[in-house]
């Protein structure tokens, strides 16, 4: 007997987790991964088993912990946008010579187009890199599914297991059948090699070893697993293969009937058998693939035959942005024209009078003042250079403020501002949110604070974690605190509200601190006006 | 059935919610569904739409392709025409004509007008001011709901039954309000939908 809900992708897959006996979820806000924790802290399930789910305060700590899980026989599972695996990039490949002992699921949700991201870096790569298997779910019921695979597949082979979403999966909602048992959560228990865990050089020495020597295994379960296909059919002019949500777009590209052999990618190490099949079988092979062209790549050295391989590199299909249906009936044109079934709506000319509406700060928002005291204050200097960082508040870039000047990673504006500094810049101006200064701003503090870097620190505070929709920010009510332990010299540590009605006194405060040469911080906080609604509405 | 609708509007305006009560009725009627949003950053007084596909066969694709929608659901007028390649050939527009103006190069009324006259199937009225007289201004998604509703196949007390359960939580009048921005958007719709069809 099973139940059928409405669910987003990152909420099915957060739904399969909690029903495969989840026993903690570890995660910092991103988009398109934030759902899943979301979906976890909600659910009455897992309220009543007390599954963790608190929000850490970056990926790499919230990677950690949910090792450490791991470690203890527990299954566990953290959560990040693709770039925030790069934060936990440290943790997440050495935990391939650690291995797993709970199951471990590390789910990274990759922003093809950058709907709301910096890059379209492909996780898969990820997963190659570190020699961990990774899943890819093609739709909303097979993210539900994956879950409970995932844990299985990852206790089975004892290593971690890379879950990779994509926003139009992560942020599209289906129907989705879910059992109505739950699993069990494991009991505690250790690793069975606990050697393999402490990652000096003579022990990792010889978890390499197995570790390469289990990469056979995980080849192995990519050929048996349920979620990569074969599928036939008699036009062997091409051989098409797609990955994850790519499979989708094709399918409807040919109103479900493809005349062409199709293999379904949604598990790695890839199945090299099922491919060399298709490869051998058909004319030639053209790889529709979500992301960068990571199976295209792989298969360059299985061109023994001379076929013709197509795909992003050969630029058959587009290589920036995400696909569609439409885009993979454009590949498949490119290298048969003739190709039976294609859709070929008739469609009406784009309007040419519609204009962009690029985002921008809310009205009430504390971060517009900020930003318009900002402005005055530099309106004194010649050639002031602002460093943001990843918030709402990057949108100061966008008129009318147009206020910052660089925007680059979590954490990058304290830093950044203190190598302009050192390289004789002045005014420099690092502009933070409050998440992300906890996320990865305060280690940077610390280096410019040590050295009295001449810079001033905007800690733009809005109580929240604003950009992903109001979560809890891990240093609400401690900033000044956190200053002050890093070693802020309470002199030039001030604070502002930051209101309307204070512009004139913070954009003289920002004067001051600027003329000042050395570190100051200046924290100008007022709670987001979304959250503060929330707030209200409950009272 | 099938019904490929592209939901638009500019962020913060309410075309989620169009798509949950949508979402939910689908549901109970056993239908298939596919629903891709838009979260994070362009949620910020951006360009918001969605991607809402019903059917009682399987769907494939999250995204609905090129010249396959039947119809632009829309609580502003730009925001519909931005979608025009997406519309089918017998496709409606179905849209709030009053601008949400927060961009210095909007354009003017007359060309948003004409170029929404341009197209043969469009339901567009002034359904703020219809969410203001029979309900509450903030009702203005659910005129549109109602407008949309007779190009569904859903039968209607289906998608009522729908909004009780999403408002009941905040009190029967809301629920009432809600409700009665509903019908009301459909009944105008109706009419539009008979006159063309006379």
């Not at chain 1, 005291?373 to 460093?387: C, G, I, T």
């Not at chain 2, 709030?96 to 007359?110: C, H, T």
């Not at chain 2, 007289?133 to 659910?142: C, F, G, H, K, P």
């Amino acid at each position: 007997m099973k139940t059928k809900q409405l669910l987003l992708g990152d909420e099915a897959l957060a739904l399969g987790a909690i029903y495969a006996g989840l026993s903690g979820a570890y995660a910092y806000p991103g988009t398109p991964s934030t759902e899943i924790l979301e979906f976890v802290q909600k659910n009455p399930l897992a309220r009543e088993r007390k599954i963790h789910s608190h929000w850490s305060s970056n990926e790499k700590t919230a990677m950690e912990e949910a090792l450490g899980m791991s470690f203890c026989g527990k299954r566990a599972m953290t959560s990040m946008k693709h770039v925030g695996l790069n934060v936990a990039a440290d943790p997440f490949v050495n935990s391939a010579m650690t291995g797993a002992n709970g199951g471990l699921l590390v789910i990274a949700a990759d922003d093809p187009s950058m709907h709301s991201s910096q890059n379209e870096q492909d996780s898969r790569f990820y997963a190659d890199f570190a020699m961990i298997p990774a899943l890819e779910p093609s739709d909303q019921q097979e993210a539900y599914d994956m879950a409970r695979y995932g844990f299985e597949l990852s206790e089975r082979l004892a290593i971690p297991v890379l879950t990779r979403l994509v926003t139009r999966l992560s942020h599209s909602r289906a129907v989705v059948e879910t059992h109505d048992t739950p699993l069990a959560e494991n009991e505690l228990h250790y690793p069975a090699n606990p050697k393999q865990w402490v990652l000096m050089p003579a022990m990792s020495k010889i978890r390499n070893r197995r570790l390469i020597a289990d990469q056979e295994e995980f080849v192995k379960a990519s050929e048996k697993s349920p979620f990569n296909a074969y599928n036939e059919a008699a036009d062997h002019r091409l051989g098409i293969i797609a990955n994850g949500i790519a499979y989708n777009y094709l399918m409807e590209a040919f109103g479900g009937n493809c005349p062409f052999p199709v293999v379904k990618i949604s598990q790695y190490p890839l199945p090299m058998s099922m491919l060399r099949r298709l490869y051998n079988s058909c004319d030639a092979l053209l790889i529709t693939e979500e992301g960068q062209p990571y199976i295209e790549q792989k298969l360059r050295g299985l061109n023994e035959q001379g076929k013709k391989i197509y795909g992003k590199l050969t630029g058959n299909v587009v290589r920036d942005g995400e696909l569609n249906p439409d885009l993979i009936a454009e590949a498949i044109r490119s290298v048969i024209p003739n190709a039976p079934g294609l859709i070929n709506n008739q469609a009406p000319a784009a309007s040419q009078i519609v204009a962009p509406r690029p985002p921008m700060l809310c009205q009430g928002c504390g971060h517009r003042d900020v930003y318009s005291a900002l402005n005055s204050a530099l309106e004194n200097y010649d050639s002031p250079r602002v460093f943001g960082d990843i918030g709402c508040y990057t949108l100061g870039f966008l008129k009318p403020f147009n206020a910052i000047d660089t925007c680059v990673d979590m954490g990058a504006s304290i830093t950044m501002a203190k190598g302009a500094a050192d390289a004789g810049q002045h005014p420099a101006v690092a502009i933070i949110g409050d998440s992300t200064f906890t996320h990865s701003g305060m280690t940077g503090l610390l280096d410019a604070i040590n050295e009295d870097s001449d810079i001033l620190v905007i800690i733009s505070d809005n109580l929240t974690t604003g950009m992903t929709g109001g979560q809890d920010s891990q240093g609400t009510g401690k900033i000044e605190e956190i200053c002050l332990g890093l070693g802020a010299d309470p002199k030039h540590l001030r604070t502002i509200d930051s209101l309307p009605k204070n512009h004139a006194e913070m954009t003289a405060l920002f004067r001051e601190e600027i003329d000042h040469h050395g570190c100051s911080i200046v924290v100008a906080r007022r709670e987001c006006i979304q959250t503060a609604r929330r707030h209200a509405a409950k009272k | 059935m099938k019904s490929d609708i592209v939901l638009a509007g500019v962020g913060g305006q309410g075309i989620l919610t169009i798509a949950t009560i949508l979402g939910a009725a689908a549901l109970k009627e056993n239908l298939c569904l596919k629903q891709a949003e838009v979260h994070g950053m362009s949620q910020r007084g951006g360009d918001v739409q969605s991607n809402l596909r019903l059917s009682s066969n399987p769907i494939h694709s999250d995204l609905i392709p090129l010249g396959g929608a039947d119809l632009i659901v829309s609580l502003e007028p730009m925001e519909a025409l931005r979608y025009l390649p997406f519309l089918s050939e017998q496709g409606w527009i179905i849209t709030n004509n009053v601008p949400f103006v927060n961009i210095d190069n909007y354009p003017e009324q007359e060309s948003i007008d004409a170029e929404l006259a341009k197209m043969p199937r469009v339901v567009a009225f002034d359904m703020e001011a219809m969410a203001k007289e029979v309900a509450t201004a903030r009702s203005s998604n659910l005129v549109l709901l109602g407008a949309a509703s007779p190009f569904i196949d859903i039968h209607p007390d289906k998608i009522e039954d729908a909004i009780r359960a999403l408002f009941i939580p905040k009190g029967e009048k809301i629920v009432d309000a809600n409700i009665a921005a509903f019908r009301a958007g459909r009944a105008k719709a109706i009419e539009i939908k008979e006159n063309f069809q006379n």
